[in-house]
């Protein structure tokens, strides 16, 4: 099983450019894995982690609910932003400025055949990282993502997940609100949840902007323990 992992961080770049480059390591990993099905070649495949930024862009995901996107077309040109339906899990959501988005393209044969454990190792990726800034965050029953103030009036969510997964290869992930501009969630009902705030790191630590960069650092070195993977930074 390889468990190394070869990680990238692309900056900021164009949703729709990011989906297609995830979509052609996706198809990469998935080929090798037909081709040693019918022919026993024994190839190794491939693990990649991707870090991103987005310009601002809603993402609906295949189950989602269009009328939770609140503005019109016109409206999305008028905020400089970007709408796509994609092929993830989950509902509506907002990449931006200020969004740490982390995209694993897994080959979960290399690591554990369990969908549901992937999510919660995600999750507590998220919580053990925002621990390290004296953040305490936690699971949602019922709610994928990670959360503040579970089971009061004050629940708000600071981070989504929204994944893709085919014969055990993932797509798609994360995205972690750091210094993120939390009027852009206003323009939509954020994964579909009615009532429920979104918060960012910055807002909650009451400063004004956090160091998005030894943050990335905090999720990789317990992304490495959880998957016991190792990076191979390319």
């Given amino acids: 099983?390889?468990?190394?992992?070869?990680?990238?961080?692309?900056?900021?770049?164009?949703?729709?450019?990011?989906?297609?480059?995830?979509?052609?390591?996706?198809?990469?990993?998935?080929?090798?894995k037909i081709k040693n099905r019918r022919e026993d070649t024994g190839l190794e495949t491939d693990n990649h982690f991707l870090f991103v930024e987005h310009p601002h862009v809603y993402t609906l995901g295949k189950s989602g609910d269009l009328s939770n996107l609140l503005l019109s077309e016109a409206q999305l040109t008028n905020k400089n932003a970007t709408f796509y339906k994609i092929n993830r899990g989950g509902d509506i959501t907002y990449h931006g400025p200020g969004q740490i988005v982390g995209y694993p393209i897994l080959d979960l044969d290399n690591f554990f055949t369990d969908i549901h454990k992937?999510?919660?190792?995600?999750?507590?990726?998220?919580?053990?990282?925002?621990?390290?800034?004296?953040?305490?965050?936690?699971?949602?029953?019922?709610?994928?993502?990670?959360?503040?103030?579970?089971?009061?009036p004050f629940a708000r969510k600071?981070?989504?997940?929204?994944?893709?997964?085919?014969?055990?290869?993932?797509?798609?992930g994360?995205?972690?609100?750091?210094?993120?501009?939390?009027?852009?969630?206003?323009?939509?009902?954020?994964?579909?949840?009615?009532?429920?705030?979104?918060?960012?790191?910055?807002?909650?630590?009451?400063?004004?902007?956090?160091?998005?960069?030894?943050l990335k650092e905090k999720l990789l070195k317990h992304f490495e323990k959880l998957f016991q993977a190792k990076f191979v930074r390319t």
């Fill in 118 to 152: 992937y999510l919660r190792l995600l999750e507590e990726m998220i919580i053990l990282t925002l621990a390290e800034y004296g953040l305490k965050t936690e699971r949602s029953p019922g709610e994928t993502g990670v959360w503040l103030g579970v089971g009061t």
């Fill in 174 to 214: 994360f995205a972690l609100n750091v210094n993120a501009d939390l009027g852009y969630f206003d323009h939509i009902i954020p994964c579909g949840i009615k009532g429920k705030a979104v918060t960012s790191l910055n807002v909650e630590l009451g400063v004004e902007k956090i160091d998005e960069a030894a």
């Fill in 158 to 172: 600071i981070c989504a997940l929204g994944v893709r997964a085919s014969r055990w290869v993932t797509m798609h």
């Fill in 1 to 32: 099983m390889n468990k190394t992992i070869k990680f990238q961080d692309l900056g900021t770049q164009d949703f729709k450019d990011t989906w297609d480059y995830q979509e052609s390591l996706f198809k990469a990993i998935l080929d090798t």
